[in-house]
């Protein structure tokens, strides 16, 4: 894997210079760069391999006397100026020279670009559409760095950062940290469709934003479906380009996104795809025999392979460090086991379905928030007379209906988008009861939801199902989903692409009318109109599954990954990090074997690789843990 560095400096002083020193000598692995450049007077740029690799380094580097680059990308057009054979970095330099920063408005793909204009003195960055690939940045102490990777921006600090206590709290809500967030104070990532610029000072702004314009172009039903189905395929055709079919293949999960990229890669490249599958013998969570009817419809060559509770305690290990920061998606794992499937059978590429719920709108939580928005329609003279007997009832008697009305009552109350959330963990119980007085006082004022609450308001939208589409493609999509696949497909030697997540085709999606995309009970409807030609009628039909991990099932069952879950939590380090109050693991443990399995299960996987982190990736270099940020609160 390619990992990217630049550094600039402000002065040469004797301090930069160790900095400087430090920061060639450091990788996210503790290698040497591969590549190092000094470009310009006060800036460094380093290109540096993190996994050895066939991968050579010289089509992600480009100097000149203008503009010197350095990129990880996976483009997927090149201009007629351009040329599919020139170089990533060289074709980059070459339209930026043309266009200004408006050239990454014409990319299609995944990317990290950092850039160095040299008679402008300035250093650039651009992330991609969906911030597939990271970026991160700092500006302090004399430099201004950015980076695909937090751990190659540590060196550059002469006392580590501090642990950001907020990361931490959103992690638990999230299980992942949404940008612009980092796990390190003082860090910040790019966001999804972003531009970084040096100085004056360092500025970010977008170049590319999803929006949903209010357009009635007096299409009708049929007509949005054909058109519908034509910009997919285009955009799967579009994501074909540029490998040799061989080395191609898909994701198959038995969902209606991943059978859709499937069924039409077949079409388009006019040959049967290579299919890839992952199955569990838990049935429960087994969506095997959908994948097997989507490879049989499309006489896919077909692949699979069964997740094993061992696989767990197999991967861990080299899963943890493949993220710079905490990730709490078990989905993780089977992700590594399908795209090492692949990679074993000769791809290296894969086509994934990621971002066909959060465009067309797929999630049942949609649903979900219309039921409680029908609670508003009634009277409330109505209500007003309903809700102290409902209240009554559920107090007073045993019966489920009234403790369900109860509940009902009380997440429709909860405004937008925090209703939705009402679920969770820490929405759920109050702070006092899971986490110590200390890291109260150090989060105080920062509400766990206000990420979402800011994307549910920032959306230009003009319905709630389209400020639900837009948060999603933030957080579910960008901070969580791509994260997860791109990471593990590149631990497993596979690059992946997202032909949903085209550029061109999530604009056409915001044009299509909310009333279209569900249409009273049913999710996806203009979605499924129109890939009828394409699925077979039994993936059409079914429920949403996801792509989970039976691990509620084999924590209960599997004795050496029960054994490790609770020694990792169970540790003494654990307890002296200073999050959680003592008792709260013992606590999750009986709600996860006496109450709802399925629900905490998910918790303590979050609590697991948070602790997982820490202990493989910030302990090595700070003794002190946690402890460090909050005795630094406290001094505040």
């Not at 800036?43 to 006397?65: K, N």
């Amino acid at each position: 894997m390619i990992e990217l560095c630049a550094v600039s400096y402000s002065n040469v002083g004797a301090a930069i210079r160790h900095q400087r020193d430090a920061a060639r000598r450091q990788t996210a692995t503790g290698k040497r760069p591969k590549y190092y450049k000094e470009c310009g007077r006060g800036v460094s740029m380093g290109i540096s391999m993190m996994v050895s690799g066939d991968e050579p380094l010289e089509p992600f580097i480009y100097d000149s006397p203008e503009i010197s680059v350095i990129c990880r990308t996976d483009l997927l057009v090149r201009d007629s100026n351009g040329g599919a054979s020139t170089a990533p970095a060289q074709f980059l330099a070459q339209l930026y020279a043309r266009e200004g920063d408006a050239f990454a408005q014409r990319l299609h793909g995944t990317f990290a670009v950092i850039l160095y204009d040299h008679k402008s003195r300035l250093l650039k960055a651009w992330t991609d559409h969906f911030a597939a690939e990271k970026l991160v940045f700092t500006s302090a102490n004399g430099f201004f760095a950015v980076a695909s990777d937090l751990r190659l921006l540590l060196p550059l600090f002469s006392d580590r950062p501090e642990i950001d206590l907020v990361a931490v709290q959103r992690y638990l809500q999230y299980s992942c940290i949404p940008a612009p967030q980092t796990i390190f104070k003082g860090i910040s990532r790019l966001q999804p469709g972003h531009q970084l610029t040096s100085r004056p000072v360092p500025a970010v702004r977008p170049y590319w934003e999803m929006s949903y314009p209010a357009v009635d172009d007096g299409r009708n039903e049929s007509e949005w479906a054909a058109a519908t189905e034509s910009a997919i395929r285009s955009a799967v055709s579009l994501n074909l380009s540029g490998v040799d079919s061989s080395r191609l293949g898909c994701f198959l999960s038995g969902g209606t996104d991943s059978s859709s990229v499937a069924g039409l890669m077949s079409q388009c490249a006019k040959q049967p795809a290579r299919t890839f599958s992952i199955g569990f013998d838990d049935k429960r969570y087994n969506e095997i025999e959908y994948a097997r009817i989507a490879a049989a419809h499309n006489k896919s060559r077909h692949h699979e392979y069964f997740v094993t509770p061992d696989d767990i305690l197999t991967l861990i290990e080299r899963a943890v460090p493949a993220y710079d920061e905490p990730f709490g998606n078990s989905s993780i794992i089977p992700t590594y086991y399908c795209a090492r499937l692949a990679a074993e059978n000769g791809v290296t590429h894969l086509l994934a379905g990621d971002g066909g719920d959060e465009l067309f709108g797929g999630n049942a939580r949609y649903l979900e928030d219309r039921v409680f928005q029908h609670y508003s329609l009634i009277p409330g003279s109505v209500r007003s007379v309903m809700e102290p007997v409902v209240t009554a009832g559920s107090s007073w008697t045993n019966f489920q209906f009234f403790d369900r009305a109860a509940r009902y009552i009380r997440r429709s109350k909860i405004s937008v988008p925090d209703r939705l959330f009402s679920y969770s963990l820490l929405s759920s119980r109050p702070s006092s009861e899971l986490f110590t007085p200390d890291f109260i006082a150090a989060v105080d004022g920062c509400h766990p939801l206000e990420p979402a609450r800011n994307h549910f308001a920032a959306a230009h939208a003009q319905n709630d199902l389209n400020r639900w589409l837009y948060l999603d493609l933030k957080m579910t999509i960008a901070d969580n989903d791509l994260r997860k696949v791109t990471v593990m497909s590149k631990l497993a030697g596979v690059t992946p692409r997202y032909p949903l997540l085209d550029p061109v085709l999530a604009e056409f999606t915001g044009t299509i009318p909310a009333r279209l995309k569900v249409r009273g009970t049913q999710l996806r409807y203009l979605f499924k109109k129109a890939m009828a030609g394409i699925l077979p009628k039994e993936i059409i039909a079914k429920r949403k599954h996801g792509f989970g991990l039976p691990y509620c099932v084999w924590l209960r069952e599997h004795r050496p990954l029960r054994n490790f879950t609770l020694d990792v939590l169970g540790s003494a380090r654990f307890q002296q990090r200073g999050y959680f109050r003592k008792g709260v693991i013992e606590w999750l443990w009986s709600q996860y074997e006496n109450v709802h399995q399925r629900y905490y299960d998910d918790i303590l996987w979050t609590f697991l690789m948070l602790e997982l982190w820490h202990h493989k990736q910030h302990d090595a270099a700070t003794e002190t843990g946690m402890e460090q940020a909050l005795v630094a609160h406290r001094a505040h």
